[in-house]
């Protein structure tokens, strides 16, 4: 099935922007009257028809839409450190996509090493796993927050800091989040959390998780608490 990312999508037309267009005419070799299938990143799911099949901008028109298409009754936010490697985080931000995530925070902590990011890259990336997982609500990837403005933050979902010391008493993440909850998880850097900023989480309301009895990298840290929120929501 392949999917075309169109934001803007008004009065059962659209166009294509010029990567997405050059992709469709040049590349796939289709042509006026060929059916195609589109997302917006708010939930659309289309079918229309190209009508102008013009490589720069492609013009289509919807025949068909389907609204909050695979809709989760649950939101997921990860706030992660970056890592020294980029391709590692980038790594992790795609694969968290292709399993469902719905934000995404790059956590700038003491022990973070390359606060770093490349944001049109990132993007990137993340548009290019919705499209490939069949995902019509396209997941934000927030600005680079520092982590104590960040736990001061209002957030309203299940608050959980996974960590790999011993104390404060950890609990398995399963333990902590329930079915059709809203989460948030936060996930430290290669050195992990400071006991500052475990104690200082636990005072905003954080509970202290654990991701199993394997010391794990950030990046496959992350993809586990994302997988193990999605396998719980089954």
Known sequence: MQIFYVPEIKDNRCVMDENESRHCIKVLRMAKGNMIDLVDGRGNLYQGMISIPDPACCEITITSTIR???????????????????????????????????????????????????????NNIIVSAMKQSVKAFRPVLNKPADFAEFINVNHPEIKMIAHCCQAPVRKKLDQVYSKGSDALIMIGPEGDFSMDEINLSLEKGFQSVHLGSSRLRTETAGIAACHTVYFINQ
């Open 68 to 122: 909050d298409f695979e809709k989760r009754d649950y939101r997921l936010h990860i706030a992660i450190s970056p890592i020294k490697n980029p391709e590692r985080f980038e790594w992790f931000v795609e694969k968290s996509v292709e399993i469902g995530i719905d934000e995404i925070t790059p956590l700038i902590c003491r022990n973070t090493e390359k606060p770093g990011i490349k944001s049109e890259r990132l």
